[in-house]
């Protein structure tokens, strides 16, 4: 009777190492929680090497990419070509000084990847899903942890999204992004198919800090998968209510009062050279 007290003990001393031990090897889920601006504007930076999205031609003359003319470079060796001759038309019709509809001047939910351009995002993680709450209020992704995707997945403006974390990193995995009347990557109109798989990757790697970097895969618009990414320093700017209307024309009025001071400054330096 002594004897099996003893192993009763030691049964229950072994298990509680046990678990002690793997309590201690697990790897404590990193904190991405709070608010967090990206200064930008117009698209994705480039990868330190390989492909990467499309850029904008248009630059200012301190070599930012120009906002009031978005003019994506349809030579992306990686574009397919008739991707190319979308993003070509796009560039085209700004440089003209005409803007062109978007899911943001539109009034139209954003999606992924293209609501990636969005100034601030807001992570809220719990334990079996993850809420991205981007600039304007009512852009929200939801993002199911620890899950699969569903053999059939019914397309949605945001895709369905799984996400699991890699040591320090939270990584997200996008299918099912639905392809409507402006399906559109990025403001340079590059477009994208119902083939599109996204993986994104967030690692804090400071404490004000997040490392973003993402890959798109999609073989209806591209050759083979290419990456971007950018850092978000964490903000205290606060997400307010905001109202998108229909018939919305600031693209326009942007663009058409670039070239006006265009046309001004133009107009002051030949007066300048008589």
Not at 86 to 109: A, D, F, M, W
């Amino acid at each position: 009777m002594v004897q099996r007290s003893l192993l009763s003990v030691a049964a229950v001393f072994a298990l509680a190492m046990s678990a002690d031990s793997t309590a201690q090897n697990r790897t404590p889920i990193p904190d991405l929680s709070g608010n967090w601006a990206h200064p930008f504007l117009t698209g994705f930076e480039p990868p330190a090497s390989g492909p990467g999205p499309v850029l904008n031609r248009s630059r200012r003359p301190d070599g930012v990419a120009n906002f009031q003319q978005l003019v994506g470079d349809h030579t992306n060796p990686i574009l397919k070509p008739h991707a190319a001759e979308i993003v070509k038309k796009h560039g085209e019709q700004s440089l003209s000084g005409i803007g062109y509809p978007t899911p943001s001047n539109q009034c139209r939910p954003q999606g992924v990847p293209y609501i990636f351009w969005d100034f601030t995002m807001q992570m809220l993680p719990s334990a079996d899903h993850i809420t991205m709450v981007y600039r304007q209020g009512n852009e929200t992704r939801r993002i199911r942890m620890n899950q699969s995707h569903p053999a059939v997945v019914t397309p949605s403006w945001y895709g369905d999204s799984v996400g699991r974390y890699e040591g320090d990193t939270l990584v997200i995995d996008t299918i099912g992004v639905k392809v409507g009347p402006y399906p559109m990557l990025d403001m340079y109109g590059t477009p994208f198919s119902e083939k599109l798989h996204v993986i994104e990757r967030y690692t804090r790697v400071g404490e004000k800090t997040l490392l973003y970097r993402f890959t798109i895969e999609d073989p209806g618009t591209w050759e083979r998968p290419w990456t971007g990414e950018f850092t978000w320093p964490a903000t205290d700017q606060p997400i307010y209510e905001y109202a998108c209307h229909e018939a919305n024309y600031a693209m326009t009025g942007i663009l058409a009062g670039a070239r006006a001071a265009e046309k001004a400054a133009a107009d002051a330096t030949r007066k300048g050279s008589k």
